[in-house]
């Protein structure tokens, strides 16, 4: 394979392209497990029908694991919006759609998502009190089982030339509560500094989704201890800021 091309780098992988193939290149340090498991739910929500990149193969190359899938050719919403800042809202909309699409499907084999954010808010640094408060919140928000992306924001939607929606990066999906989900993309907005991006988000997802602002929010804290446990010093401070924020208006 022609590692030549770099398309992206993240903290703990490589991303390149070669040919009609996209290659993920994960550090050393990077768990088997993790990998395999990224591997195994994106093979289970290509089954769903929904448009994303195929799996072709799992692999190591120079003693570093890595996931093979389909080269989706186009520009990112996230690029789209810089490009063109006076059609934000235009955009935000579409993310909205492609969000609400992947929240009408069900995946019956993915993790559910309350176990998963069960097991990381046990993970964190805050307080035992803490950590009882968000477990006691979380197994009283309303069980469902929708597709959830879990990292679903703009970097993560390929526009194709004729328009197409591609959903990539689902190594965190799960089934759960689609409010969830959202208020995850939330916050994703605020991380990168885009507060009006994250309100107009809320916003346009309650609207559409009829959905009270309410009940997205009620998630935030729970979501934001979740998260917390992995990413930088200061994104964890960001997000553990939000853990005390009980009641909005």
């Given at each position: 394979m022609?590692l030549?091309?770099v398309?992206?780098v993240?903290?703990?992988?490589?991303?390149?392209?070669?040919?009609d193939k996209?290659?993920?290149?994960f550090?050393?340090?990077y768990?088997?497990?993790?990998?395999?498991?990224?591997?195994l739910?994106?093979?289970?929500?290509?089954?769903?029908?929904?448009n994303m990149?195929?799996l072709?193969e799992?692999?190591?190359?120079d003693?570093?694991?890595s996931i093979v899938?389909?080269?989706i050719n186009?520009?990112?919403?996230?690029?789209?919006m810089?490009?063109?800042p006076?059609?934000?809202?235009?955009?935000?909309?579409?993310?909205?759609d492609?969000?609400?699409d992947?929240?009408?499907?069900?995946?019956?084999?993915?993790?559910?998502?309350?176990?998963k954010?069960n097991?990381?808010?046990s993970?964190?640094d805050?307080?035992?009190t803490?950590?009882?408060?968000?477990?006691?919140?979380l197994e009283?928000?309303?069980?469902?089982?929708?597709?959830?992306?879990?990292?679903f924001n703009p970097?993560?939607?390929i526009?194709t030339?004729?328009?197409?929606p591609?959903?990539?990066?689902?190594?965190?999906?799960?089934?759960?509560?689609?409010s969830?989900?959202?208020a995850?993309t939330y916050?994703?907005?605020?991380l990168d500094g885009?507060?009006e991006?994250a309100?107009?988000?809320?916003d346009i997802?309650?609207?559409k989704?009829?959905?009270a602002?309410?009940y997205?929010?009620?998630?935030m804290p729970?979501?934001a201890?979740s998260q917390?446990?992995k990413?930088?010093?200061k994104?964890r401070?960001?997000?553990l800021?939000?853990v005390?924020?009980?009641d909005y208006?």
């Amino acid at each position: 394979m022609n590692l030549d091309r770099v398309i992206a780098v993240r903290n703990t992988k490589t991303v390149y392209r070669d040919g009609d193939k996209c290659i993920k290149v994960f550090n050393d340090t990077y768990k088997k497990s993790e990998v395999l498991n990224e591997a195994l739910n994106q093979s289970m929500v290509e089954e769903t029908g929904i448009n994303m990149p195929r799996l072709k193969e799992v692999l190591m190359i120079d003693g570093k694991w890595s996931i093979v899938s389909e080269y989706i050719n186009g520009k990112t919403l996230a690029q789209m919006m810089e490009e063109e800042p006076e059609k934000k809202r235009e955009y935000i909309e579409k993310l909205v759609d492609i969000q609400l699409d992947i929240h009408s499907r069900t995946c019956p084999m993915l993790r559910k998502l309350k176990d998963k954010m069960n097991s990381k808010i046990s993970q964190t640094d805050l307080n035992a009190t803490t950590r009882y408060d968000l477990h006691t919140r979380l197994e009283g928000m309303p069980k469902h089982y929708k597709l959830c992306h879990g990292d679903f924001n703009p970097s993560n939607v390929i526009i194709t030339d004729d328009g197409t929606p591609y959903i990539i990066d689902w190594a965190h999906a799960t089934q759960g509560n689609a409010s969830a989900d959202a208020a995850r993309t939330y916050l994703c907005f605020w991380l990168d500094g885009d507060i009006e991006g994250a309100d107009m988000y809320l916003d346009i997802f309650c609207e559409k989704s009829n959905t009270a602002k309410q009940y997205v929010q009620k998630w935030m804290p729970i979501v934001a201890a979740s998260q917390s446990v992995k990413g930088n010093a200061k994104e964890r401070e960001f997000l553990l800021s939000w853990v005390d924020v009980v009641d909005y208006m």
